[in-house]
């Protein structure tokens, strides 16, 4: 393990009965736990009620999930594509935080049809513009993943998923390392 570890917090963004997006995520997740420069803290939205929906249980399950989402340095989104775009779950996850995202780098993890969650991705990148968060350039992306995916939950070209799969951690790495450093100098504010 490096001194130093960067702490960075996988979202699992869909919310759907039957969904797939734990199949995905469990397989990311394990990619990266391969890695000792890096903490992992996975959060499923699916777990994770917005706060209008709060019961009178729920608003420290709420605390718990801001509090997880300051500590992280850096994100790995892990999302689907509906109807050309993200889930509104994950929109209501982004829209009830501010200060969590800023100035730290988010990289993307989507899967969908034939584009492969890539639209999802774009609509993505200018929601954390907006929050002063950079995104990573490079995405680890699946076109009909339940053709990819086997039963053991991992895809059929190992080889060229997990190289996506560092390819995008190694950038996230650098830009969360390099962001961290600058916010120990000098806080950002805007």
């Not at 993200?86 to 969590?100: A, Q, R, S």
């Amino acid at each position: 393990m490096t001194e130093n570890p960067l702490r960075v917090a996988i979202i699992i963004a869909s919310t759907r009965e039957g969904r797939f997006a734990p199949t995905v995520g469990t397989w990311f997740a394990g990619v990266a736990a391969e890695r000792d420069d890096m903490t992992l803290e996975v959060l499923d939205v699916a777990d994770t009620p917005p706060p209008s929906a709060f019961g009178s249980a729920a608003p420290e399950r709420f605390g718990e999930v801001s509090a997880k989402l300051a500590e992280a340095d850096a994100y790995v989104v892990v999302t689907c594509e509906y109807n050309h775009s993200f889930p509104g779950t994950l929109k209501n996850l982004i829209d009830t935080h501010f200060y969590e995202w800023r100035a730290k780098p988010v990289a993307f993890v989507s899967y969908g049809g034939l584009a492969g969650g890539l639209r999802s991705v774009e609509h993505l990148r200018g929601v954390f513009a907006e929050l002063h968060a950079v995104t990573i350039r490079d995405t680890v992306s699946f076109h009909h993943p339940w053709n990819w995916f086997g039963d053991d939950g991992r895809p059929s070209d190992t080889e060229g998923a997990a190289q996506a799969a560092k390819g995008l951690l190694d950038q996230l790495d650098w830009w969360g390392q390099a962001l961290r450093a600058a916010r120990s100098v000098r806080p950002y504010e805007s």
